[in-house]
C-alpha cells in the first residue's frame, strides 16, 4: 500500500512557487474527480495563478451545475507550456487519457489521490488511502496551507466527498468527514439544492436503463455475487449516455445476502469495463480487479477487460467465485 511521501507543506510551496498549472483527473470521471479538479482550480487562481483545468471526457452533462463547471474542458490536441500537473483521484497515470500527452514539458508532477493502488507516480506524492475522497484529502491541503477557500469552492468539495462516501454512507466515512462536512455547510453550501441536483435530477433515461439492466440480473454463489449487463446494442437502443449509469451498481449492493456487486459494460473498443463493489472488508474487489489490470479500493474497483460481453462475464464471475466459494 503506497502512502503520502510529500506533505503539504511541500506541495503547497509547489503551487506559491509557481505560475503555469494544468489540473487532470480520470477518464470517465465522477463527482470526487470533477468536484476536486474545480476545487482546486478555484483555489488556484484566486492566488492568481494561471489555471488549465481538463478532463479526457469534458464536463459531464450531470455535473453541468458545479460551480464553475465550465472552466474544465477537454485537453488540447497538441502540446502546451505548463510549470506543474497535478493528478487528482487517478490511481493509474494512463487513466488521465490523452491529457498526459498535452503536458509533457511539466516540471513537476503532483500526485493527490486515495486509491490504496495508486504506485506513487509523480514528483509530488500525496495518496492517504484512509481518506473517502480525494476532495477530503483537498480541504485538509487548503486549510493547513491556508490556500484561498470560498463557497464555490465549498460546493465542489461537498459533492466530491458526498458521492464517493454514497451520500455519507460507506464505511469509508468517518468522524472526520462529517466535521469537514460541517465546515463546508458553514462556507455556504446549500444541502438541499446541492442534493436535489446531485440524486434527484436525472435524465429518464437512466431509469429505463436501470429497466434493462434489471432484466439481466443474475447471482451466483446462493445469492452472495448479483451482477448485471449492458450490451452496446441495448446502450445504443436506449440512447443512453455512459455517465448515466454512475451509480446503479448499487442497487445491486443494497440487496439482501449479497457480497459482491457486478456491473459489465460493453465498450466499442473490443473491451468490456468492470465495476465491482463489495460489502464486505474481506472480500477485496480491488485486489480482483488487478488480476485482471485495473484497481481500485477494498470495497469499489473496477477494470477494463479485453473480450466479448459473455466472455468477460464469465472470466469475472469465475474469479469472485474463487474468492467467496459460490460451491459452497
Ligand atoms: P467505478 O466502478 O467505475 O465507479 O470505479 C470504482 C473504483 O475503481 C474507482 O475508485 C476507480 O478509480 C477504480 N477503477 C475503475 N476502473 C478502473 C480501471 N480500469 N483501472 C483502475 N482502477 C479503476
Ligand atoms: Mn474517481
Ligand atoms: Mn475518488
Known amino acids: 500500500m503506497s502512502a503520502a511521501r510529500s506533505t503539504f507543506e511541500e506541495i503547497g510551496r509547489a ?3 509557481h505560475q503555469r498549472f494544468a489540473i487532470l483527473s480520470h477518464v470517465r470521471p465522477d463527482g470526487d ?8 482550480a478555484l483555489s488556484l ?8 483545468v481538463w478532463n479526457e471526457d469534458g464536463m459531464l452533462e450531470k455535473y453541468s451545475f458545479l460551480a464553475r463547471a465550465q472552466s474544465l474542458t477537454k485537453p488540447p490536441s497538441g502540446p502546451e507550456e505548463v510549470d506543474v500537473a497535478i493528478a487528482l483521484d487517478t490511481a493509474i497515470q494512463n487513466r488521465l487519457g490523452t491529457a498526459f500527452q498535452a503536458i509533457r514539458t511539466a516540471k513537476i508532477w503532483i500526485n493527490i489521490d486515495h486509491h490504496p493502488s495508486n504506485p506513487g507516480y509523480g514528483d509530488l506524492v500525496y495518496v492517504d488511502p484512509t481518506a473517502p475522497a480525494t476532495g477530503q484529502i483537498l480541504f485538509e491541503l487548503i486549510k493547513s496551507e491556508r490556500l484561498p477557500f470560498d463557497r464555490a469552492i465549498a460546493e465542489n468539495l461537498y459533492v466530491a466527498i458526498s458521492t464517493d462516501t454514497g451520500s455519507f454512507q460507506y464505511p469509508n466515512t468517518t468522524a472526520r468527514t462529517f466535521e469537514i462536512a460541517a465546515e463546508l455547510v ?12 446531485v440524486y434527484e435530477n436525472y435524465p429518464r433515461r437512466r431509469v429505463e436503463l436501470l429497466r434493462e439492466l434489471l432484466r439481466t440480473m443474475r447471482f451466483e454463489g446462493g445469492g452472495r455475487v448479483a451482477s448485471f449487463s449492458l450490451s452496446l446494442k441495448t446502450a445504443a437502443e436506449l440512447g443512453v449516455l455512459p455517465e448515466d449509469n454512475e451509480g446503479l451498481i448499487d442497487h445491486l449492493r443494497a440487496i439482501r445476502g449479497v457480497i459482491v456487486a457486478v456491473f459489465f459494460e460493453e465498450l466499442t473498443d473490443g473491451k468490456v469495463r468492470v465495476s465491482m463493489r463489495s460489502k464486505s472488508e474481506k472480500t477485496n474487489v480491488c485486489a480482483i480487479c488487478q488480476k485482471f489490470g485495473g484497481g481500485g479500493h477494498t470495497l469499489a474497483a473496477g477494470a477494463r477487460v479485453r473480450g466479448s460481453l459473455a466472455e468477460v462475464e464469465q472470466r469475472i464471475l469465475e474469479a469472485i467465485c474463487n474468492v467467496v466459494g459460490c460451491d459452497s
Open 15 to 17: 503551487f506559491r512557487e
Open 33 to 40: 474527480a470533477l468536484g476536486s479538479q474545480l476545487a482546486l
Open 186 to 197: 458553514r462556507a455556504g453550501v446549500d444541502v438541499g439544492r446541492i442534493n436535489q441536483q
Open 45 to 52: 487562481k484566486q492566488l492568481g495563478k494561471d489555471v488549465r
